[in-house]
């Protein structure tokens, strides 16, 4: 099945399979726009 829904990950918008490298964040507000599942990673 192909991947779909949204994010907001403070206030920028994320589409279905769109990546997104966040640095220098001390919060990180998740916001759901449709049904989505997010997958985190942390590569420090």
């Given at each position: 099945?192909?991947?779909k829904g949204?994010?907001?990950v403070n206030?920028?918008?994320l589409d279905a399979r769109d990546g997104a490298a966040i640095k220098d964040e001390l919060v990180l507000?998740?916001?759901a726009l449709e049904d989505a599942e997010v997958?985190?990673?942390d590569a420090a």
């Open positions: 099945m192909p991947a949204a994010v907001e206030g920028v918008r507000t998740v916001t997958v985190l990673v």
